[in-house]
């Protein structure tokens, strides 16, 4: 398995409160990407990073922000959590931006 | 803009019924095809990467094949511990994301 980790694995939380999301890999590469997956959608991507402090939209990223400061870290932050952004969160690492190998995720309830 | 149609949306097949997923897909400039499992509660796990039309790869019981319009996931004599979701992505030239289709559900029964 490709070294990536994601911290929380589940978190419950209330309308309104913001919430921060742990990608961290230990193989260097250098994409990283932040992904939701919900039924009848399928994998969305967030934001994802091309490199340390480099960082782009995908295609649900109203809502979101993102930081990496580092080249092992990537968090995901929720501003302002709302009920539509409950949610399983993928994170996934990339050597060259083809193929993506993927964390084991976080079970996001906001009540 | 991109799009990827996986289908069926899900199969059911008896262990040792081989069969075939369908991954149909518009991309200008087609730079990667992939095939990912997931299983339930789990990240996706990669299977294959696809660069040109007529590509094939293969890895134990599954082999994924490539055309201009759709690539094929053939699952031959499947077991049980098949069961899972594939999903295919795919990614124009130039770009850096994939865009992934919603999945195939796949349930082999023993």
């Known amino acids: 398995d490709a070294g990536i980790t994601q911290s929380p694995r589940h978190k419950v939380t209330e309308t309104g409160t913001p919430v921060t999301l742990r990608c961290h890999q230990t193989?260097?590469?250098?994409?990283m990407y932040w992904y939701r997956q919900d039924p009848g959608h399928g994998l969305r991507l967030i934001h994802y990073?091309?490199?340390?402090?480099?960082?782009d939209k995908g295609e649900v990223s109203d809502g979101y922000s993102v930081s990496r400061s580092k080249t092992e870290d990537f968090l995901l932050t929720l501003e302002s959590a709302t009920s539509s952004q409950t949610s399983v969160y993928f994170c996934?690492?990339?050597?060259?931006?083809?193929?993506?190998?993927f964390g084991p995720g976080t079970r996001l309830t906001v009540l | 803009e991109d799009q990827v149609t996986q289908s069926p949306e899900a199969l059911r097949l008896q262990e040792g019924e081989s069969s075939s997923l369908n991954c149909s897909y518009t991309?200008?400039?087609?730079?990667?095809l992939f095939w990912y499992r997931q299983d339930p509660g789990k990240g996706p796990e990669f299977l294959f990467t696809l660069y040109s039309a007529g590509e094939e790869k293969e890895k134990e019981r599954l082999k994924a094949t490539l055309t201009k319009k759709e690539s094929f996931l053939h699952i031959t004599a499947p077991k049980p511990e098949d069961s899972a979701t594939y999903l295919c992505a795919v990614q124009q030239g130039g770009s850096e994301k994939l865009v992934f289709g919603k999945g195939t559900k796949l349930t082999v029964n023993p």
């Open positions: 996934a690492i990339s050597a060259r931006g083809d193929t993506q190998y």
């Open positions: 990073s091309y490199g340390v402090k480099d960082t």
């Open positions: 991309v200008s400039g087609l730079r990667g």
């Open positions: 193989e260097n590469h250098r994409y």
